[in-house]
């Protein structure tokens, strides 16, 4: 079984400020996937990333695969209360395209 | 127009009992997924389907049985609801799977199953 593991596990922000979550193997993935589930909601995809070391930008939220494929972090600049929600990272390897999730990190941005 | 539905919403029942899930997605899509969310937010897949066929069942307890009748639906049935099978449940669509990268899931909004 391929663990992801992301840290923090919960984290209570301003509203302005940046932060960065991360989501770690000690295994390689083919691809990583992160998404955004909303209170109530199913989780919505943001961003797939396939090759180590690529960068993503979208709008204020950047994502990192690391070189290795073995990591990834979601940086979010000037955090606003919309950015609130569960933040899970789903990796995929060895031929499967069934995506294993890490646990999430939970942001809460407050007004 | 909802791309992923599931009824019920929210679901209370007793032990013992026999429930069921329905989804249903307008994305033309071929693959279809349940997952289990546990209290701790914790996503796990329990089936997948392409094409009205079972394609993956993770370890669960055959309580569980997904009935697909068409690639625009898929079901689950769980048969003598236990205590420890109180969670959100997931269906998710996507196209057809098979690559080396996965496509985009489309969730639905999840049934919050509670069983007393």
């Known amino acids: 079984t391929q663990l992801l593991e992301q840290s923090p596990q919960f984290l209570s922000i301003q509203e302005g400020e940046n932060l960065t979550v991360y989501c770690n193997s000690s295994?390689?993935?083919?691809?990583l996937q992160w998404y955004r589930q909303e209170p109530g909601e199913g989780p919505v995809l943001l961003v797939t990333?396939?090759?180590?070391?690529e960068v993503k930008k979208l709008k204020r939220l950047t994502f990192q695969f690391g070189d290795a494929r073995k990591d990834s972090s979601l940086h979010i600049t000037a955090a606003q209360p919309g950015d609130t929600g569960l933040y899970l990272c789903?990796?995929?390897?060895?031929?499967?395209?069934?995506?294993?999730f890490g646990r999430g990190t939970s942001l809460i941005v407050h007004p | 127009d909802t791309a992923v539905s599931q009824t019920p919403k929210y679901l209370v029942t007793q032990m013992g009992n026999d429930k069921s899930i329905k989804c249903e997605q307008n994305?033309?899509?071929?693959?279809m997924y349940w997952y289990k969310q546990d209290s701790k937010k914790f996503l796990k897949i329990m089936f997948s389907?392409?094409?009205?066929?079972?394609?993956i069942n993770e370890t669960v307890p055959n309580r569980f049985s997904p009935k697909s009748p068409d690639k625009a639906h898929l079901n689950l049935h769980i048969n003598s609801l236990e205590l420890g099978d109180s969670a959100v449940y997931f269906c998710?669509?996507?196209?057809?799977?098979?690559?080396?990268?996965?496509?985009?899931?489309?969730f639905g909004p999840g049934t919050r199953l509670t069983v007393t």
């Open positions: 789903a990796g995929a390897s060895g031929g499967s395209y069934i995506p294993t």
């Open positions: 295994s390689v993935f083919s691809s």
């Open positions: 994305l033309g899509h071929d693959t």
């Open positions: 990333v396939v090759t180590g070391g």
């Open positions: 389907y392409n094409n009205k066929e079972l394609i």
């Open positions: 998710a669509s996507s196209q057809l799977a098979g690559g080396a990268v996965p496509y985009e899931q489309y």
